[in-house]
């Protein structure tokens, strides 16, 4: 079974989408992650995220970050990743990665901007997770000043609604609600509603008709 859970930055899907692998004992796969690893790597390397050469030569070197590395959460990272994910030649390296995960034996849980529309369209259950971008604005400024960083609401809010536009109007797989993905609002849900009405979902859409 393949779940693919999209949906806009601080929806609140890839805490959803790991519980999900876990409950259902699947593989799970933050394609997000891949992004920033790139982006990351530009970084660490005082390079330029818009140059489009440099980033792809990044994509192919994602293997260099490790996935422990706590810069990939850093909000620096996080506007880089979002930057190279514009890049088709970015997408096109890590394609064919994120669908070899996919196709392992016993499924895999992936969540993204693009995974029900471009990397599985023919995934068994479709998720698009979303949330107001006041509830999404406020999620996100409780993390990062919960770790320290210094921030203000206003300013968290108007990153969010740049990276939603940014995500949303890039040439290659923008993000989008796929036509057959249901739909899950989570402004008003907590982690475990939200866990609950996903796999009222997932059980339904695997029991069949």
Sequence with gaps: MIIAVDGPVAAGKGTLARRIAKKYSLKYLDTGALYRAVGLK?????????DPVAAVAAARQVGDISPDDPAL??????EAASIVAANEGVRAKLLQYQRDFAKRAGGAVLDGRDIGTVV?????VKLFVTASAEVRARRRFDELTGKGTATTYEAVLEDLRLRDARDSSRGAAPLKKALDAHLLDTSKLDIEAALDAACRIIDAAHKGP
Excluded: H
């Design 120 to 124: 599985c369209p023919d995934a068994d």
């Design 42 to 50: 530009l970084l660490k390397s005082g390079q330029d995220p818009t």
């Design 73 to 78: 959460r850093d909000e620096k990272t996080g």
